[in-house]
């Protein structure tokens, strides 16, 4: 099968072909943990994961290499940790804890690699002492900065040229600046910003460096893919490609880089600035949003149901549907399936620059086969194709294949219980009363009561 990836770099889909397809390798840009990571950054880790179930299908679990990485060094986090009067280290734990517990309920696998950008210094500062020794990078008044007039592809990937770039980027002026777009590679911290000795005295790594280093350190001078969300295109990845090329003297940094679309509110952008955001753990809690409680899983398909390039327009209504077509084939798939059973049609769909909306499409039709024409066969499709997907875990057939999903929370799994209850409404329409009760009872000791309502539907609670 030919796996065909949109390329931000060349502006097309293009057929993917590994460097080493014993060992695929991609990296991911993670978060800066300062705060609770919102549904908007949940996109990249949604997609991304759809991305590395997909290559571990087709070269095999134990040849891909997938690092994210986690940013726990930054004037943002500086500047909450004084805000909070908390220490830096107690804050970037706390959240990164927090992001962690986060994703766990929306499905994705662990990543390879989770390198902290703190634990990566030394190889920031060699790659920093090449760029200078190299001509790339001059020492100005304790910082260290990129003259980006050193590389004729600065660009290359955001594909502007020096003059457009200046006359649109907000840029920090500073008097030790040879040029306006030059960038940091490192500054000088005081004694109360963190900060580690270096040639250029004591200070800290500014944020491109850091993700440079850590995918040097992982997958080599140059790798397969990078990917990250649309707004990291420039200038975070630009300059990455920059250090990373002429630290290393390579065409390319990554051959394929791929960027999802943002996830917006009213035409714009999620975002901390904006303050338009509902932050993952909100969501999931169901602080906003009533008595209901929203699954990881629901939140996972609503980014599915659109293609990863293209923006989603957020509302709640996309919640409330995508909750019941969830429920509705998990219930469809009787607990069949398994995720290495993956119908072919499907990893084809995928393989098209990960179409999800053509994947969702298919479940559509195996749903429908598996309520039309009851099989084992067609229960398992259905079944196995949300496993894959990670729309549904089975917990025993997810650790029998080596599927390092990270433990969900202990809350009720309301798709589950939707599920049951629709199950369950089957059974009495079948007049299977005994079915009926038996999941009325797997339900009880699940801890929810349910009440059969005067114009036949069912409701249920979770019992205290
Ligand atoms: P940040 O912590 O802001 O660097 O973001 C972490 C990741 O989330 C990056 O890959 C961003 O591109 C991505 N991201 C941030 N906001 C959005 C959004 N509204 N929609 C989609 N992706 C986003
Ligand atoms: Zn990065």
Same mark, same amino acid.
């Given at each position: 099968?030919?796996?065909?990836?949109y390329? !931000?770099? =060349?502006?097309?889909?293009?057929?993917?072909?590994?460097? *080493?397809?014993?060992?695929?390798?991609?990296?991911?840009?993670?978060?800066?943990?300062?705060?609770?990571?919102?549904?908007?950054?949940?996109?990249?880790?949604?997609?991304f994961?759809?991305?590395?179930r997909?290559?571990?299908?087709?070269?095999?679990?134990?040849?891909?290499?997938?690092?994210r990485?986690? !940013?726990?060094?930054?004037?943002?986090?500086?500047?909450?940790?004084?805000?909070?009067?908390?220490?830096?280290?107690?804050?970037?734990?706390?959240?990164?804890?927090?992001?962690?517990?986060?994703?766990a309920?929306?499905?994705?696998?662990?990543?390879?690699?989770?390198?902290?950008? =703190?634990?990566?210094?030394?190889?920031?500062?060699?790659?920093?002492?090449?760029?200078?020794?190299?001509?790339?990078?001059?020492?100005?008044?304790?910082?260290?900065?990129?003259?980006?007039?050193?590389?004729k592809d600065?660009?290359?990937?955001?594909?502007?040229?020096?003059?457009?770039?200046?006359?649109?980027?907000r840029?920090?002026?500073? &008097?030790?600046?040879?040029?306006?777009? *030059? +960038?940091?590679?490192?500054?000088?911290?005081?004694a109360?910003t963190?900060?580690?000795?270096?040639?250029?005295?004591?200070?800290? &790594?500014?944020?491109?460096?850091?993700?440079?280093?850590?995918?040097?350190?992982?997958?080599?001078?140059?790798?397969?893919?990078?990917?990250?969300?649309?707004?990291?295109?420039?200038?975070?990845?630009?300059?990455?490609?920059?250090?990373?090329?002429?630290?290393?003297?390579?065409?390319?940094?990554?051959?394929?880089?791929?960027?999802n679309?943002?996830?917006?509110?009213?035409?714009?952008?999620?975002?901390?600035?904006l303050?338009? +955001?509902?932050?993952?753990?909100?969501?999931?809690?169901?602080?906003k +949003?009533?008595?209901?409680?929203?699954?990881?899983?629901?939140?996972?398909?609503?980014?599915?149901?659109?293609?990863?390039?293209?923006?989603?327009?957020?509302?709640?209504?996309?919640?409330?549907? =995508?909750?019941?077509?969830?429920?509705?084939?998990?219930?469809?798939?009787?607990?069949?399936?398994?995720?290495?059973?993956? &119908?072919?049609?499907?990893?084809?769909?995928?393989?098209?620059?990960?179409?999800?909306?053509s994947?969702?499409?298919?479940?559509?039709?195996?749903g429908?086969?598996?309520r039309?024409?009851?099989?084992?066969?067609?229960?398992?499709?259905?079944?196995? @194709?949300?496993? +894959?997907?990670?729309?549904?875990?089975?917990e025993?057939?997810?650790?029998?294949?080596?599927?390092?999903?990270?433990?969900?929370?202990?809350?009720?799994?309301?798709?589950?219980?939707?599920s049951?209850?629709?199950?369950?409404?089957?059974?009495?329409?079948?007049?299977?009363?005994?079915?009926?009760?038996?999941i009325? *009872?797997?339900?009880?000791?699940m801890?929810? @009561?349910?009440?059969?309502?005067? *114009?036949?539907?069912?409701?249920?609670?979770?019992?205290?």
């Amino acid at each position: 099968m030919t796996l065909r990836l949109y390329n !931000t770099l =060349t502006r097309r889909k293009e057929e993917f072909s590994p460097i *080493d397809p014993a060992n695929v390798r991609m990296y991911v840009c993670g978060p800066t943990v300062y705060d609770y990571a919102h549904i908007g950054n949940a996109r990249p880790v949604i997609v991304f994961d759809v991305l590395f179930r997909l290559l571990r299908h087709l070269y095999g679990p134990e040849h891909v290499t997938y690092v994210r990485n986690i !940013t726990d060094v930054d004037d943002k986090i500086n500047a909450r940790a004084k805000e909070e009067g908390v220490s830096i280290r107690e804050l970037t734990e706390r959240t990164a804890k927090q992001f962690h517990a986060d994703i766990a309920a929306l499905g994705v696998l662990t990543p390879t690699h989770e390198p902290r950008a =703190t634990e990566f210094i030394g190889p920031m500062i060699e790659m920093i002492e090449i760029l200078i020794a190299k001509g790339n990078a001059y020492v100005a008044d304790g910082h260290v900065l990129f003259d980006v007039t050193s590389t004729k592809d600065y660009g290359q990937l955001s594909k502007r040229s020096l003059d457009e770039m200046v006359a649109g980027a907000r840029v920090d002026v500073a &008097p030790y600046k040879r040029g306006d777009m *030059d +960038f940091v590679l490192w500054k000088p911290s005081d004694a109360e910003t963190p900060g580690w000795d270096s040639p250029w005295g004591c200070g800290r &790594p500014g944020w491109h460096i850091e993700c440079s280093a850590m995918s040097w350190k992982h997958l080599g001078e140059v790798f397969d893919i990078h990917a990250g969300g649309i707004d990291l295109v420039f200038p975070h990845h630009e300059n990455e490609v920059a250090q990373t090329r002429c630290a290393f003297g390579h065409k390319v940094m990554a051959n394929i880089w791929m960027h999802n679309g943002f996830l917006q509110v009213e035409g714009q952008k999620m975002s901390k600035s904006l303050g338009n +955001f509902v932050t993952i753990n909100e969501l999931l809690e169901a602080r906003k +949003f009533g008595s209901n409680m929203w699954h990881g899983k629901v939140l996972r398909l609503a980014m599915l149901l659109t293609h990863y390039r293209q923006p989603i327009d957020w509302t709640v209504d996309r919640l409330v549907e =995508t909750r019941s077509l969830l429920a509705d084939w998990i219930a469809s798939a009787k607990n069949q399936g398994d995720p290495n059973r993956v &119908p072919s049609k499907l990893v084809e769909a995928l393989s098209d620059d990960l179409n999800t909306p053509s994947a969702i499409s298919i479940l559509h039709g195996l749903g429908k086969s598996a309520r039309s024409e009851p099989s084992v066969e067609n229960f398992d499709a259905l079944g196995s @194709a949300l496993k +894959f997907l990670g729309l549904w875990e089975s917990e025993k057939s997810d650790k029998i294949m080596g599927y390092g999903v990270e433990s969900g929370t202990d809350q009720v799994d309301p798709v589950l219980v939707d599920s049951l209850v629709a199950s369950r409404l089957e059974a009495r329409k079948a007049k299977d009363w005994k079915e009926s009760d038996r999941i009325r *009872d797997e339900l009880a000791t699940m801890g929810i @009561a349910i009440r059969d309502n005067k *114009d036949g539907t069912t409701t249920w609670e979770v019992k205290l």
